[in-house]
């Protein structure tokens, strides 16, 4: 079965300060995907990175960076110079291919960033 | 401008009531979700389907069932509604079979569904 874990429900950081939100999961196939959204307080969700299982290296996407280690399962993302936008609840997920596509999603955590 | 369409924002039902979520995407897509969302739960996963009347179930089908007679249109069924299924619940739609990294996963803005 699949399972991802967010054990963070909630985090502050100063502006400007770097953030790490952490991401555990679980699965028993080899090949899969994992994404981080964010969604502010419209409701709307917003992708944010992606890594590929096979994936050398970490993603980045501008401020946005996957720590990947994969032999522990994990898939932490790293906000660099926060900022008040930044405040949102962010979601990781996973996507098998042996699923059939499923997709499922953590806890959440609800980032708030301080003036 | 490519879309997800949630027919409902807001609902409120009276418990035992059948009730029909609705979800419409203008995308061609073989991949849509059912979920929900609670505080400190995060987005469960209640049904996916990956084609035309196929279906598959997830983390927390007890409660709903689906249907999808056409590619577009994704249906929840709470099929006697217990004021326990309050909450948000949200489409995401896919037109990639396997996770990649042009995946792109679109989303409804959500159904906010009262049991009373």
């Known amino acids: 079965a699949q399972k991802i874990t967010q054990t963070q429900p909630g985090m502050f950081v100063q502006e400007k300060e770097a953030v790490t939100l952490d991401c555990t999961y679980d699965?028993?196939?080899?090949?899969?995907?994992l994404f981080w959204y964010k969604q502010p307080s419209s409701g709307e969700m917003i992708f944010l990175i992606y890594?590929?299982?096979?994936?050398?290296q970490n993603a980045t996407e501008g401020r946005y960076s996957l720590n990947f280690q994969k032999a522990r399962k994990s898939a932490n993302l790293v906000i660099s110079a926060s900022q008040l936008g930044d405040s949102a609840m962010y979601f990781c997920a996973m996507r098998g291919y042996n699923q059939g596509g499923k997709l499922i999603f953590g806890q959440g955590t609800e980032l708030s960033v301080k003036p | 401008d490519v879309k997800v369409t949630q027919s409902s924002r807001y609902l409120v039902k009276r418990t035992g009531e059948k009730v029909f979520l609705e979800c419409v995407q203008d995308m061609d897509h073989e991949n849509m979700f059912w979920y929900r969302q609670d505080p400190g739960l995060g987005l469960r996963l209640i049904y996916f389907?990956?084609?035309?009347?196929?279906?598959e179930k997830g983390d927390i089908p007890e409660g709903y069932s689906v249907s999808r007679e056409k590619k577009e249109r994704f249906s929840l069924i709470l099929e006697s509604a217990s004021t326990n299924q309050t909450s948000m619940y949200l489409c995401?739609?896919?037109?990639?079979?396997?996770?990649?990294?042009?995946?792109?996963?679109?989303f409804g803005e959500g159904s906010w569904l009262t049991v009373v």
């Open positions: 995401a739609s896919t037109g990639e079979a396997a996770p990649g990294p042009g995946n792109t996963i679109y």
């Open positions: 389907s990956y084609d035309v009347k196929m279906k």
């Open positions: 699965t028993s196939d080899q090949s899969y995907g």
């Open positions: 890594q590929g299982s096979y994936d050398e």
